[in-house]
């Protein structure tokens, strides 16, 4: 079974930062896609960043040049480093993981419990 923790979270005012960590723990194979997606109140859930295994790296538009994604393959984490944060980036992060475990013998997408990051002055 793979499991996902998210870490980081927590409240900041506007322009601060926040690292959002992600972990993923279980028999794990390989994996592929990995990111964040986000859920303010009352929204749809929204992807953030995302990381391919071979490096290359998608941004929702308002958080181009704010945001930050990176991964560590080999401890199965991927990271979000936030910057200048807004009011409006006040959410539920959920980390996200695309794996392949010998298991269940294909690949399947995971997600985390979230966590809160509030922006608030």
């Known amino acids: 079974q793979v499991q996902l923790v998210e870490s980081g979270g927590g409240s900041v005012q506007p322009g601060g930062s926040l690292r959002l960590s992600c972990a993923a723990s279980?028999?794990?194979?390989?994996?592929?896609?990995m990111g964040w997606y986000r859920q303010g109140p009352g929204e749809q859930r929204e992807m953030v960043a995302d990381?391919?295994?071979?490096?290359?790296?998608s941004y929702a538009d308002s958080v181009k040049g704010r945001f930050a994604i990176s991964r560590d393959n080999a401890k199965n984490s991927v990271y979000l480093q936030m910057n200048s944060l807004r009011p409006e980036d006040t959410a539920v992060y959920f980390c996200?993981?695309?794996?392949?475990?010998?298991?269940?013998?294909?690949?399947?997408?995971?997600w985390g419990q979230g966590t809160q990051v509030t922006v608030s002055s």
């Open positions: 996200y993981m695309n794996a392949f475990t010998l298991i269940e013998g294909r690949w399947l997408d995971y």
């Open positions: 279980g028999r794990i194979f390989s994996t592929n896609v």
């Open positions: 990381m391919t295994g071979g490096g290359r790296t």
